[in-house]
């Protein structure tokens, strides 16, 4: 990982204590593993030795995401499980994108900033592509 997906780790962390998540992170989990959240623990769990670094504040944005919206769910939710809920899943989608984009846009001048980059930049899965230009146009919007 690059400094700046480290400075916005260390940032994503920092905010999910300062709002009372817990965080564990480890690399010894399977590689296989994803994040995971236990909303009713308020519980954020990291697998920071997957083999998708680039990803991993995307994926710490959107278990934060699920505790902040207050998710509720019976079991574990997973960053990328068939099992979960998909509108509950398309919302902490949408909130990490709108968590992460503040950190994209400030290291662009906003005439150089595109949402095909700002996807490349995260690792973020190719069928939220329509959130992020959604999201991206918004954010565009209040900062014009």
Known sequence: MNSFENDIL???YNYALDHNIGILSSH???SS????ADTKKRLIIINSGQSNKQQLPFQVAHEISHVMN??????LLAFNSIHSDPQIE?????SAIQMLLPYYANERQIGLMNYTDFMSCFAIPS??????????????????
Do not use: C
């Open 33 to 36: 593993m994803t994040a995971l």
């Open 10 to 12: 260390e940032d994503l």
């Open 28 to 30: 010894e989990f399977s």
């Open 70 to 75: 207050g998710d509720k769910s019976t079991h």
């Open 90 to 94: 398309t919302q902490a989608n949408r």
């Open 127 to 144: 069928h939220l592509e329509a959130i992020v230009v959604k999201e991206f146009q918004k954010y565009n919007d209040k900062s014009i």
